[in-house]
């Protein structure tokens, strides 16, 4: 396994915008479906947004449709989530994950992934 490394969380307020980035060590990555993921305490770690290798296919959970943006830089290696509108409820550890094994399907069981990050905090203050 390769640790992919997150960055960008923080302390914000409800209605605020962060954005995070992921940046896989190795360039093979790009060949890779990537995914976001978060874990709230107490919580299951819970799907958030997946992003196709070529960077024109996406999936959201519910949760955040319209709210969250998963885009990817090839170019520079570095897949990003930007998240407006923040609530209170998105506050959780936040992991970039890789998926190696299934190009054509953007994955949202955790197990379909086989790297991952450390994971970055994002706190949303109401």
């Known amino acids: 396994q390769v640790p992919l490394v997150e960055s960008g969380g923080g302390l914000v307020q409800g209605g605020d915008s962060l954005r995070l980035s992921c940046a896989p060590p190795?360039?093979?990555?790009?060949?890779?479906?990537m995914g976001w993921f978060r874990q709230a305490p107490g919580k299951e770690r819970e799907f958030v947004a997946g992003?196709?290798?070529?960077?024109?296919?996406?999936r959201y959970a519910e949760s955040v449709k319209g709210r969250f943006t998963i885009s990817r830089d090839n170019a520079k290696n570095t897949v990003y989530l930007e998240m407006n509108s923040l609530k209170p409820e998105d506050t959780g550890v936040y992991y970039c994950?890789?998926?190696?094994?299934?190009?054509?399907?953007?994955?949202?069981?955790?197990?379909?992934?086989?790297?991952w990050g450390q994971g970055t905090q994002v706190t949303v203050s109401s």
């Open positions: 994950a890789a998926d190696h094994g299934s190009p054509s399907i953007i994955a949202t069981d955790a197990r379909a992934y086989d790297d």
């Open positions: 190795e360039r093979r990555f790009i060949t890779s479906n």
């Open positions: 992003i196709g290798r070529s960077g024109t296919t996406h």
